[in-house]
């Protein structure tokens, strides 16, 4: 490229990034600093929960299996695909089997779709638990990381309440009386079992309209968003936390313990 074409090109990039539109949608520079870089991950929310280093040790597919990010991928996947089939089913007990039926038959690649949904939601059930058994194996649920295994159990538990949910929807008989039974091993909890009956079913007795919609909101918009703002929080504490091996970075105290030795005085001899 000759000297003038390069100097056109070099203004012309230069417009743009000096404009105000750019400039409302990047407020920093390009990262060709230190003080870029640290402006560009602190602006970004994707890069500020990626992690800044990662041990070479958790680059190896033999130690992490990718089964975080393959629950995640998973997790992607039920979200597009479970709005695709939002588009065509409504969640009432007289037309909610047929609903199903009708996008499995006359839908263009409906069948293909709900078959990804339905096979995403079992794999990521498996991935999920696979990765809480991968970590449990190599402790990394040991300090300083406890709190974030408590947020993954937590997960472990969104992720088999959107299972069960879900498995309702198709209102047949596997689903209907599935969650019958469900319900009411519910209703045998201490103290407060009816209520919890009640809370999940809609009812006092059975599964009818209010359980599908009940089921209905907490699979397509509670249960997801809930699981989203964790993951969220799951990513961040990850970075936090020094990534998924290696040792743990140092804790409050002992930066602190370490500060005071350094500044504690060295007797000189005589």
């Not at 070479?56 to 992490?64: G, H, I, L, P």
């Amino acid at each position: 490229m000759s000297t003038t074409n390069r100097g056109l090109l070099d203004k012309a990039w230069d417009s743009v990034t000096e404009s105000q539109l750019w400039r409302s949608i990047f407020r920093h520079g390009y990262p060709d600093t230190p003080l870029n870089q640290s402006l560009v991950m602190m602006g970004n929310v994707f890069l500020h929960l990626h992690p800044v280093k990662v041990s070479r040790k958790a680059m190896k597919v033999t130690y992490t299996w990718c089964l975080g990010g393959l629950s995640f991928f998973l997790f992607l996947v039920l979200t597009i695909t479970g709005v695709f089939l939002m588009f065509y089913f409504v969640p009432e007990q007289r037309v909610a089997y047929t609903n199903i039926e009708q996008i499995k038959s006359a839908v263009a690649f409906g069948n293909l779709v709900r078959n990804m949904h339905r096979w995403a939601a079992h794999l990521m059930v498996v991935t999920v638990t696979l990765h809480m058994v991968r970590v449990f194996y190599h402790g990394a649920y040991k300090p300083p990381r406890e709190f974030n295994w408590v947020v993954g159990v937590v997960l472990f538990l969104v992720t088999l309440l959107l299972s069960f949910t879900g498995y309702l929807l198709p209102w047949d008989q596997i689903g209907y009386w599935a969650i019958t039974v469900g319900s009411n091993m519910a209703s045998f909890a201490p103290l407060l079992g009816p209520q919890v009956h009640n809370t999940l079913t809609g009812q006092p007795v059975g599964v009818g309209q209010p359980t599908l919609i009940r089921f209905y909101t907490l699979h397509v918009i509670g249960l997801p968003l809930v699981g989203a703002v964790l993951m969220a929080v799951h990513f961040w504490r990850i970075r936090k936390d020094g990534g998924e091996a290696g040792p743990p970075p140092p804790s409050r105290r002992e930066l602190e313990l370490a500060r005071a030795q350094q500044q504690t005085p060295v007797a000189l001899p005589n």
